[in-house]
C-alpha cells in the first residue's frame, strides 16, 4: 500500500509538473538559507578555533570590556551573572600603556605585544583599496602570532623605536595593490603618508579573522600609528607565556595588577585560548541563532503553500476521491494517499535545498574566503524538517480528502 501510493504521489506530481515545483521552491528556500547560515556561521567557528588553536595554549589575550569568561567554568557560583556583551569590545579601549608595562613586567610573561587598529584606506598611486584591515604593533606580535613571510621580511624593533613609516602587507593586499609586480621596497599611503612596504606575509588560507580578511591586512610599526594619528589606542595585548603550566597563575596576577591600574573598575578581560574560543564561538551561536530563525520563516511559509495547494488539489480530485470510496478504499487508503503526496513534495523541495545549499557553500568559498561547515546533522535535521512540513501541512488537506462522502463526491460527475 505504501509504495502504490508514492507511486501515486508521483503520477500526480508529474500530472501537474508546474504546481508541484512551485510547491516545493519554498521548502527549497528554507532548507537552503537554514543551512547556509548555519554552515557559514560553524565555518568561521572552524577558522577561528584553528587560529587560536595556532597561537598555541601559552598565550593570553588582554582585552578591552567584560568579556564571558566565567561561561566555561563547572562552578555554578563562577556562571551567575555571566553573560555576553558583545558591545563590550567595541567601544573606546579601556586598555592604557600602564597596562602594556605591566604586562610586559609580569613573571613568566616571555614577551607581549600591545596592538592598535587604524581606521584607513590603502592606496598605491591610483589604486585603492578600502578592504584592507590595518593594525599596528610591536615586532613581537609576528612572532607570537607565529607568521612567515613570502617575500622580503618583517620590520624590527629599530624600525619601531624610530617611528618608521614601513609595513608589512598581507598576501591578498599585495596581489589587489601590486598584482604580479614586486612590491618590496615599494610605497603604500595610508592617511596621506608614504609607507614603504618591507614583507609580504605568507598566505594562511585562515579565511575571516575577527570580521577581517587575515590576508588582506596591512601592518605598521605602533610607534609610527602614533606618530601618524597622534593617538596611542591599544585595542588588544597577547602575551606569551613561558609554559603552559602558568597559565593560570600570570593570568591571576595580570588581573589582579591591571586590576589596580583601573581602580578596582571590572573593565578588562584576561582570556585563555579555551576562553577565547568559547566567549567568540557564543557570540557567533547567538547571532547564527538570530538569522536561522528568521530564514526557518521561509520554512513555515513553504508550508502553507504546501496546504494550499494540497487543499486545490482534493478539490480537484473530488471524482477520483469518490471512485475510489465506491470501490471500498478506506478513511486510512485515502488520507495515506494525499499525505504521501505531501511528503514527496516536501521532501523534494528540501534535497534540492540541500544540493544548492552546497553549491553556495562553493560560491561563497571563493568569494568570500570563507568555508561553510555542513555538519551530517545539520544535513539530517534539514530533510527531519522537510518531512515534518510535509507531514504537518499535509495532514489537514489529506483528512479534508478521506472525510469525503462517496455519494456526495460522485455527485459531481
Given at each position: 500500500?505504501?509504495?502504490?501510493?508514492?507511486?501515486?504521489?508521483?503520477?500526480?506530481?508529474?500530472?501537474?509538473?508546474?504546481?508541484?515545483?512551485?510547491?516545493?521552491?519554498?521548502?527549497?528556500?528554507?532548507?537552503?538559507?537554514?543551512?547556509?547560515?548555519?554552515?557559514?556561521?560553524?565555518?568561521?567557528?572552524?577558522?577561528?578555533?584553528?587560529?587560536?588553536?595556532n597561537l598555541g595554549t601559552n598565550v593570553l589575550t588582554i582585552t578591552s570590556g567584560k568579556l564571558n569568561q566565567s561561561a566555561s567554568s563547572s562552578d555554578p557560583k563562577e556562571q551567575k551573572g555571566s553573560g555576553i556583551n558583545i558591545a563590550s569590545g567595541i567601544g573606546t579601549s579601556t586598555l592604557t600603556e600602564d597596562d602594556v608595562k605591566t604586562i610586559e613586567n609580569t613573571p613568566n610573561v616571555s614577551r607581549s605585544a600591545a596592538f592598535g587598529i587604524i581606521s584607513s584606506?590603502?592606496?598605491?598611486?591610483?589604486?585603492?583599496?578600502?578592504?584592507?584591515?590595518?593594525?599596528?604593533?610591536?615586532?613581537?606580535?609576528?612572532?607570537?602570532?607565529?607568521l612567515k613571510t613570502s617575500q622580503g621580511s618583517f620590520f624590527s624593533a629599530d624600525d619601531n623605536s624610530g617611528s618608521k613609516f614601513v609595513a608589512v602587507i598581507g598576501a591578498d593586499t599585495k596581489q589587489s595593490l601590486f598584482g604580479g609586480e614586486d612590491p618590496i621596497g615599494k610605497s603604500i599611503s595610508l592617511r596621506g603618508k608614504q609607507f614603504r612596504v618591507l614583507g609580504v606575509?605568507?598566505?594562511?588560507?585562515?579565511?575571516?579573522?575577527?570580521?577581517?580578511?587575515?590576508?588582506?591586512?596591512?601592518?605598521?610599526?605602533?610607534?609610527?600609528?602614533?606618530?601618524?594619528?597622534?593617538?596611542?589606542?591599544?585595542?588588544?595585548?597577547?602575551?606569551?607565556?613561558?609554559?603552559?603550566?602558568?597559565?593560570?597563575?600570570?593570568?591571576?596576577?595580570?588581573?589582579?595588577?591591571?586590576?589596580?591600574?583601573?581602580?578596582?573598575?571590572?573593565?578588562f578581560s584576561?582570556?585563555?585560548?579555551?576562553?577565547?574560543?568559547?566567549?567568540?564561538?557564543?557570540?557567533?551561536?547567538?547571532?547564527?541563532?538570530?538569522?536561522?530563525?528568521?530564514?526557518?520563516?521561509?520554512?513555515?511559509?513553504?508550508?502553507?503553500?504546501?496546504?494550499?495547494i494540497m487543499l486545490v488539489t482534493v478539490s480537484e480530485r473530488t471524482k477520483e476521491i469518490g471512485i475510489r470510496k465506491a470501490m471500498g478504499a478506506t478513511f486510512g487508503n485515502i488520507m495515506g494517499q494525499f499525505l504521501t503526496e505531501s511528503i514527496i513534495i516536501s521532501l523534494i523541495g528540501g534535497v534540492i535545498g540541500?544540493?544548492?545549499?552546497?553549491?553556495?557553500?562553493?560560491v561563497i568559498a571563493k568569494l568570500a574566503n570563507i568555508t561553510p561547515v555542513y555538519s551530517p546533522i545539520a544535513l539530517i535535521s534539514a530533510l527531519g524538517a522537510s518531512l515534518f512540513i510535509g507531514v504537518v501541512f499535509g495532514t489537514a488537506p489529506a483528512i479534508k480528502a478521506a472525510r469525503k462522502h462517496p455519494i456526495q463526491a460522485l455527485k459531481s460527475l
Open positions: 500500500m505504501i509504495w502504490q501510493n508514492i507511486k501515486n504521489a508521483f503520477l500526480s506530481i508529474r500530472s501537474a509538473k508546474l504546481r508541484s515545483a512551485l510547491t516545493a521552491v519554498g521548502v527549497m528556500i528554507g532548507v537552503f538559507a537554514v543551512l547556509v547560515m548555519v554552515g557559514v556561521g560553524d565555518g568561521v567557528k572552524a577558522e577561528i578555533e584553528s587560529q587560536i588553536s584606506s590603502v592606496a598605491k598611486d591610483q589604486i585603492v583599496s578600502n578592504s584592507a584591515f590595518v593594525i599596528a604593533t610591536t615586532p613581537s606580535y609576528f612572532d607570537i602570532r607565529q606575509i605568507e598566505k594562511s588560507d585562515a579565511g575571516v579573522s575577527l570580521g577581517a580578511n587575515a590576508d588582506d591586512i596591512v601592518i605598521i610599526p605602533i610607534n609610527s600609528a602614533i606618530k601618524l594619528t597622534g593617538k596611542n589606542d591599544v585595542f588588544r595585548v597577547i602575551a606569551e607565556v613561558d609554559s603552559e603550566k602558568n597559565i593560570e597563575k600570570v593570568k591571576a596576577s595580570l588581573e589582579q595588577s591591571i586590576g589596580s591600574n583601573h581602580s578596582g573598575a571590572d573593565d584576561v582570556l585563555t585560548q579555551k576562553e577565547l574560543l568559547t566567549t567568540f564561538s557564543s557570540i557567533l551561536d547567538i547571532l547564527t541563532t538570530f538569522v536561522v530563525a528568521i530564514a526557518a520563516i521561509s520554512l513555515l511559509v513553504g508550508g502553507i503553500g504546501i496546504m494550499n540541500v544540493l544548492a545549499s552546497y553549491l553556495a557553500g562553493m
